[in-house]
C-alpha cells in the first residue's frame, strides 16, 4: 500500500513537472524578439524615440515582445537603412529620408521652406502626408512612424552676421538643406550626422546646418560657437519595418504598433522641441556660444533667396507624374 501511495506520488509530481516544462516551452516559443536598427549615437533624439517606442511596445504587449536596440548604426548605417531593413537584416529601421532625396519625393517636400515652424507640426504634417498618398517608395516595408526634426539653423566656428559672412563657408547640410544653403551664398557639404563630428575636429567643414539639439547631443558647441538664427528646413525620418517581420506578428501586436504610430509622432515632435530649447540653454551658458538674430530686413533678403526651391520642386515633381501642387497645398494645411 505504501509503495502504491508512493508510485502515484511520484506519477504526480511527474505529471506536474511535465506541464509546467510543456507552459514553459509554449511561453518561450510565444516571445517575440525584434531588432531595431538606428545610425544616430544612443543620446539623439531619434535613438531617445526609438527607446520609448520600445518601451511602450513591450509594456504594451506585457512582455511578449522584447525589442533590442542598436543605435550609433551598430547594424546598419544611414544609407544603408532603407535596403537593409527591406533584406532583413533589421526586423526595424529608422531612416532619415533626406539622405535619399530622389526616392521619397513625396515625404521630402516637408523640408521645402513652406513655414514648418516646429517639430510637433513638422511631424504630425509629415505622417499626415504620409497617410494621404502612401508612396511607392514605401510599399516593400511597413512604416510604424514618422516624425522631423525642428527648424534647421547655422552653427558655425566663425560669426555669420549677414550673407555676406557666410559665402563660399564649407557646411555640412543634406537633402533639401544643401539646396537653402548654396542658394545664400555656402558651400554645402554632404556626410551623414555623425561624421560631422570628426569634421569639424579637422576643419573639413566650418559648421553645419541642421536643427539645434545637435549642439548638445552631438557636443557641436565645443566647436561652433556662433548660432545664427534662420529658421529653414527641416528633416523627415521614418521608422519602418521588414514585411516578413510584419506579417509574422500577431494581430494584437500589430495593432498596438498602429496604434503607437500617431502618438508616436507627436511625443517625438514635443521632445525634439524641449530639447531645442535645452540645447540652446545649456550653449550659451555652458559653452558660452553666441546666438545671432537677423533683423526683419536681413530675415527677409534670406527667404526671398530660397522661395524658388518649391517652384522647382512642383516642376520636377509634376514631371514624374505626382499631383506637386496639391502635395505643397496639403502641407501647409497639415501644419495648420
Avoid at 32 to 39: E, G, K, P, S, V
Avoid at 64 to 85: C, I, N, R, S, W
Avoid at 243 to 272: C, F, N
Wanted: aromatic share 10%.
Amino acid at each position: 500500500m505504501i509503495k502504491r501511495t508512493m508510485l502515484f506520488g511520484t506519477m504526480f509530481i511527474f505529471v506536474i513537472v511535465t506541464c509546467l516544462s510543456l507552459f514553459a516551452t509554449v511561453a518561450v516559443a510565444g516571445k517575440i524578439t525584434l531588432n531595431y536598427a538606428n545610425f544616430p549615437p544612443a543620446p539623439t533624439f531619434p535613438c531617445v524615440q526609438m527607446e520609448r517606442w520600445k518601451t511602450e511596445v513591450e509594456k504594451r504587449t506585457s512582455g511578449q515582445v522584447e525589442v533590442k536596440t542598436f543605435p550609433g548604426g551598430t547594424l546598419l548605417g544611414a544609407k544603408e537603412m532603407m535596403d537593409g531593413v527591406i533584406a532583413g537584416q533589421a526586423d526595424i529601421g529608422n531612416i532619415c529620408m533626406a539622405y535619399q532625396p530622389g526616392r521619397f519625393i513625396v515625404t521630402n517636400a516637408t523640408s521645402l521652406p513652406l513655414g514648418i515652424g516646429d517639430a510637433r507640426s513638422g511631424s504630425i504634417a509629415l505622417l499626415k502626408l504620409y497617410e494621404k498618398y502612401k508612396p511607392e517608395a514605401f510599399k516593400d516595408v511597413v512604416v510604424l512612424t514618422m516624425f522631423t526634426n525642428a527648424p534647421g539653423n547655422i552653427m558655425s566656428k566663425q560669426p555669420v552676421r549677414n550673407m555676406a559672412d557666410l559665402k563660399g563657408m564649407d557646411l555640412r547640410a543634406s537633402g533639401d538643406s544643401a539646396t537653402i544653403l548654396k542658394a545664400w551664398g555656402a558651400n554645402p557639404v554632404g556626410m551623414p550626422m555623425p561624421a560631422t563630428v570628426e569634421a569639424l575636429q579637422k576643419g573639413t567643414v566650418k559648421g553645419l546646418f541642421s536643427s539645434l539639439e545637435v549642439m548638445k547631443d552631438f557636443k557641436f558647441a565645443e566647436n561652433c560657437k556662433y548660432i545664427t538664427m534662420v529658421d529653414a528646413g527641416i528633416y523627415p525620418f521614418a521608422v519602418i519595418m521588414n514585411k516578413d517581420s510584419w506579417d509574422k506578428l500577431p494581430a494584437d501586436v500589430q495593432q498596438v504598433m498602429m496604434d503607437l504610430k500617431e502618438e508616436q509622432a507627436i511625443w517625438t515632435g514635443e521632445y525634439m522641441d524641449q530639447q531645442i530649447k535645452d540645447a540652446v540653454a545649456w550653449s550659451k551658458e555652458e559653452q558660452g556660444v553666441e546666438v545671432i538674430t537677423l533683423s526683419a530686413d536681413e530675415k527677409a533678403e534670406w527667404d526671398e533667396k530660397i522661395t524658388f526651391m518649391v517652384d522647382d520642386w512642383i516642376e520636377k515633381a509634376r514631371a514624374k507624374g505626382f499631383p506637386a501642387e496639391a502635395i505643397i497645398k496639403d502641407i501647409k494645411a497639415f501644419i495648420q
